[in-house]
């Protein structure tokens, strides 16, 4: 093993003690490890400093917007009651006893624009509600729920894991959504309403008290109703796959030059954001100064994401210019180790020692892009190999990852008992992904 590939092994073991054991934000620790590796592999500082500018920058030019538009339309959505009206109306729809499985449905379509912590927050108290209305154990209506969101988190734009993956190593985002969808549906399903049936079916788990409510004081609208709010959900995914359709079947010209235009992430989530904001304002009749402080407190916790991204595109243009991008493509062949394993093992190293999804996701991204780029995949593998990596990002949820604790918390589980449920839940999530993307990739 070459000087080259120790140094980005110590990189890597570096930004985990960062972020583990001295409690760096992992925006500085990315950066920091970022520009040491660049000098520790012999770039002069103006080089290593033009590196990390060139990284950054490319990828928060999209980043930014997609993920700032995203959030914005999850903001609206969750202050117009737009994801409890659609909760309601499937679980109606479904009935008590299938319960799980339109849990598992809800999980999928409000997971699309919504962040992982903040719909399983918005509907914590629905699923408490319904554990002590069944005498159910909590984690019986929770899992399904929380696989599908977790699913969706890890492989879905607009969300930061897979809109930053994608941009490092150039995936189609039409194709990653239809790719997605047909590893994270299983993986909600299997790791949810089966798992939960199997494992938490019996009676009693918990404390079983009702979770506190989410961000009271957050400006709110009258709600928007189940229809308005379902569009809301899918209309930036339909308008991003039917954008990839286009691109491959319709003949060049101006109606393929539109179509492709509004399905472009940046003008889908534009358009769902004005479809929910005029509606909100013409039908609900909420106010335009609640509707904009609506948006602008969405971009918060945003912001933090963007930071993460660039500095892990940081990170990997200092490994593509050193020229360790190359070093590590010519030790991944001679160890005859696939593309979409190594990045899935290394995205779940990373995933088990830091916690961080995000992280884990933009640093698999940022060392497997010289991989991919070397290996002259076809757009459906990139996009397969895009689903291995949020599938690494997906195992063993424990007490590093911030999502571990707010399930404990607004589930009222123990330490013990959250083990039991949401880290095998994530673990059997993420191993289903890749087997999905595995199974996939002769096709792709």
């Known amino acids: ?35 040491g590796t660049g000098l520790a592999l012999g770039g002069q500082p103006a080089t290593v400093l033009e590196a990390v500018r060139k990284g950054t920058g490319e990828a928060l030019g999209f980043v930014a917007v997609v993920i700032g538009l995203g959030a914005m339309l999850g903001g609206l959505l969750e202050a117009s009651g737009g994801v409890a009206a659609l909760a309601h109306r499937l679980l109606a729809a479904f009935g008590e006893a299938r319960a799980p499985w339109a849990l598992t449905a ?27 209305r069944a005498n159910r154990r909590v984690t019986f209506f929770a899992l399904p729920l929380l696989a599908a969101l977790m699913a969706m988190h890890a492989l879905l734009p607009p969300h930061p894991g897979p809109v930053a993956v994608a941009e490092l190593i150039g995936t189609d985002y039409g194709l990653l959504a239809f790719y997605g969808l047909l590893c994270g549906i299983p993986a909600a399903i299997i790791a949810g ?30 709600s928007i109703g189940f229809g308005p709010a379902l569009a809301g959900m899918l209309v930036p995914l339909a308008l991003i796959m039917i954008a990839a359709a286009a691109d491959s079947w ?6 393929k030059n539109a179509v492709l235009f509004i399905g472009h992430p940046f003008a889908a989530l534009i ?16 106010p335009l100064q609640t509707i904009s402080d609506i948006m602008t407190r969405a971009l918060g916790p945003a912001g933090l994401m963007v930071l993460v991204v660039g500095a892990g595109a940081a990170y990997k243009e200092v ?12 030790l991944v062949a001679s160890a005859n180790l696939s593309v979409m394993v190594f990045t899935f093992l290394l995205a779940a190293f990373v995933r088990i020692a830091q916690g961080s999804a995000t992280v884990s996701m933009v640093t698999a991204g940022g060392l497997g892009a010289p991989l991919i780029a070397a290996a002259a995949l076809s757009p459906g593998q990139v996009a397969l190999v895009t689903v291995a990596i949020g599938a690494g990002a997906t195992v063993v949820s424990h007490v590093n990852d911030t999502g571990f604790w707010l399930v404990k918390q607004f589930l009222g589980l123990t330490e013990a008992q959250t083990f039991r449920s949401w880290t095998l839940c994530s673990t059997i999530a993420g191993l289903t992904m890749f087997a999905m993307a595995a199974l996939l990739w002769p096709w792709a």
Do not use: N, Y
């Open 319 to 330: 490994l593509i210019q050193s020229g360790a991008g190359e070093r590590i493509t010519a």
């Open 250 to 255: 319709l003949p060049d010209g101006a109606f």
């Open 106 to 132: 809800i999980g999928i379509i409000v997971g699309i624009p919504l962040f992982f912590d903040v719909a399983f927050i918005v509907l914590a108290p629905l699923l408490t509600t319904l554990s002590l």
């Open 271 to 286: 358009i769902a954001c004005a479809f929910v904001a005029i509606w909100l304002r013409k039908v609900v009749g909420a």
């Open 193 to 222: 309403p089966v798992f939960a049936r199997l494992a938490h079916g019996a009676p009693g788990f918990g404390d079983q008290a009702l979770p506190p409510q989410f961000d009271a004081d957050a400006p709110a609208t009258a």
């Open 1 to 35: 093993m070459g000087p080259v590939v120790l140094i980005v092994l110590g990189s890597i073991a570096a930004l985990i003690v960062l972020v583990l054991r001295f409690k760096v934000p992992a925006f500085i620790a990315l950066l920091v490890v970022a520009l």
